[in-house]
């Protein structure tokens, strides 16, 4: 696929969010970060340098950055390794001094999230840094990367929907592919075949793999996480199938819901609600919504139907590029209630309902925020799919 990434832009951009910040240099550590500068898929703990004078620089691991290198539009790709002088705070500090910046304001990345790998600044990493550069001033920098990454060019929204193309495609092989007495990993692996035939690079959730669940599996209290297990699928029971495909370093997420044989009365109930909430979910996103008013949009309707007790209370999160999974999440919380949503950002739309008994039905899809509301980047309906006998 030809797709065009003005990466000087996206320097532009940055250094921009820079100078509002009264920041002289960027040191970035995040997955999502290190991997929109440097362009190329980076797995190490790795280090991206933007000055406000144009310096842009990629430190990671010694037997990779010769690939990272091949794959980056940077040149100055620097491996380090646990070995004197090559260690990769040294080489950092070094270089920020060599560039001018050792009495500088410094921007960093420090925080926390539900994301077990997002790549913050460690503590003793902030240690080192303070140690070395006594002068320099440290600032969080989170939001200057995750303001710069918020907005999807349309470059960005291509791969985003190849990547939601290839979800989809995934999606079908596995409803043509269903049958009683599969094995969840089963599933998992009909999936994952097919992503993989279409150009997924690797799937990203720290769950490992796809999510796949049936029957009681579906339906853990408030539960929305089910790496595949060899419970075997039996007829009349919820299943959840959520696949991870990435494509040249973009994300995408879509989860859809089955059955097979006829649903009961309680399940088809379920079913409904979960449909009216997941129509108004991505109905809500629209430009200008905040998403607090998203959030209590759906809450709403799962209270009037009675399912909000069983529900999640988290209805989506950020996407993009390797290391983008939270920045906006879509919940009633301080961070997140008050950011509106603009034109061009894509969310991960998301509805977890589990009722102990009956059955879970999770929704996941990338979703592109218009004027007018949500626009699915997938195909695959948001009504889940009744297979017969």
């Known amino acids: 696929m030809d797709v065009y990434i003005d990466y000087f832009k996206r320097i532009a951009n940055i250094q921009e969010a820079m100078s509002a910040r009264d920041i002289d240099l960027l040191v970035a550590t995040r997955g999502k970060s290190v991997t929109y500068i440097g362009g190329a898929f980076i797995p190490w703990r790795s280090v991206a340098l933007v000055s406000k004078d144009g310096h842009v620089g990629l430190n990671t691991l010694l037997m990779d950055f010769e690939r990272v290198k091949d794959d980056s539009w940077l040149d100055n790709v620097v491996g380090c390794a646990p070995l004197p002088d090559m260690e ?129 599996r579906t339906w853990y209290n408030m539960g929305g996480c089910t790496p595949p297990t060899e419970k075997l699928l039996q007829r009349g029971e919820n299943l959840l199938v959520d696949l991870h495909p990435t494509y040249r370093r973009y994300y995408s997420d879509l989860s859809h819901n089955y059955l097979i044989g006829t649903p009961t009365r309680d399940q088809q109930r379920l079913a409904d609600a979960y449909l009216r909430a997941a129509d108004k979910l991505v109905g809500s996103m629209k430009a200008g919504a905040t998403i607090g008013q998203v959030w209590n949009a759906v809450n709403d309707e799962l209270a009037s139907s009675g399912y909000a007790q069983y529900t999640l209370p988290a209805f989506g999160h950020g996407i993009g590029i390797v290391g983008h999974e939270w920045y906006p999440a879509i919940l009633n919380n301080d961070e997140f209630r008050d950011v509106v949503l603009e034109e061009n950002v894509v969310e991960v739309a998301a509805l977890v309902i589990n009722v102990p008994g009956v059955g879970g039905m999770r929704l996941e899809c990338p979703v592109r925020v218009t004027p007018s509301g949500g626009e699915m980047l997938t195909n695959t309906p948001l009504e889940w799919t009744v297979l017969a006998d």
């Open 88 to 216: 990769l705070w040294e080489v950092t500090v070094n270089q920020i001094r060599k560039l001018g910046f050792e009495e500088a304001t410094i921007g960093i990345e420090l925080g926390h999230s539900p994301r077990m790998i997002a790549g913050y600044l460690f503590a003793t990493e902030l240690e080192i840094l303070q140690e070395s550069l006594p002068k320099a001033k440290f600032v969080n920098a989170l939001d200057v990367i995750d303001r710069v990454t918020y907005v999807k060019d349309p470059g960005e929204i291509k791969l985003l929907k190849q990547a939601a193309a290839i979800a989809d495609a995934a999606q079908e092989r596995v409803r043509e592919s269903l049958c009683v007495g599969m094995s969840e990993m089963e599933i998992a692996g009909i999936g994952e075949l097919e992503m993989r035939r279409l150009g997924s690079e690797f799937h990203w959730p720290v769950t490992g793999s796809s999510e796949i669940a049936s029957g009681h």
